[in-house]
């Protein structure tokens, strides 16, 4: 399910933006339309005093775009699996010091697999890092390598059992937790992109909160 360790790819949302920005310069504005088979990661858990959760981003799936007058862009596409995943926590700023995942499981609700994440490739700490945007508040994510091979249509909801740990100044609390994520399938957002040039040249700006592609 997840042993694919290839080197990492752009969403397709992205793979749709590039080709728009080359074609246009600096295009000033824009949209896109996406209609997703992705799954609902809004639930989390409480570890030392952190909010730990799971986020998923589909890679699979077609884009298209259009352009108006050479100013304004358009775009489409149709997201699903397989998904770069991630387990994530938000702490307080200058408290909460480290994120471990040392153990991973997944289960699916149609098909009935019940796999491993291969070990070897977790254990390793990940620092939380204090929000410049939102003070106060720090940031730690773990994005897991390769992809979770699960599909919504297919596999139907999906459950992912994660061994963490949370550390902070004053101490390190480890629980294994439960993820329930619902199969959410065609499901629609429209998003308005601004592409002003300090922004383009800004891409390389790193925030923790943001996904590696």
Known sequence: MVHCYSELHYTYTMKLLIPLIAAVGLTSCGHIFTKSNTYDTTSSVTI??????????????????????????????????????????????????????????????????????????????????????????SYAVYQVPGKLKVFPKEDGDIT???????????????????????AEQDKKEREFIFFPAEIVKGFGQKDPREWKF
């Open 48 to 137: 030392n005093g952190a909010q730990v959760s799971s986020g998923v981003k589909p890679m699979g799936g077609k884009s298209g775009f259009a352009l108006s007058a050479m100013v304004y862009m358009a775009g489409s596409a149709k997201l699903e699996g397989p998904f770069i995943w991630r387990i994530e926590a938000a702490g307080k700023a200058d408290h909460h010091t480290r994120l471990v995942v040392h153990r991973l499981k997944v289960e699916t609700s149609k098909t009935k697999r019940k796999e491993w994440y291969p070990t070897k490739e977790l254990g390793q700490h990940v620092d939380f890092v204090d929000l410049k945007k939102d003070p106060g508040k």
């Open 160 to 182: 992912i059992y994660a061994d963490v740990s949370i550390s902070s100044k004053t101490k390190t609390e480890r629980k294994v937790v439960k993820f329930s994520l619902a």
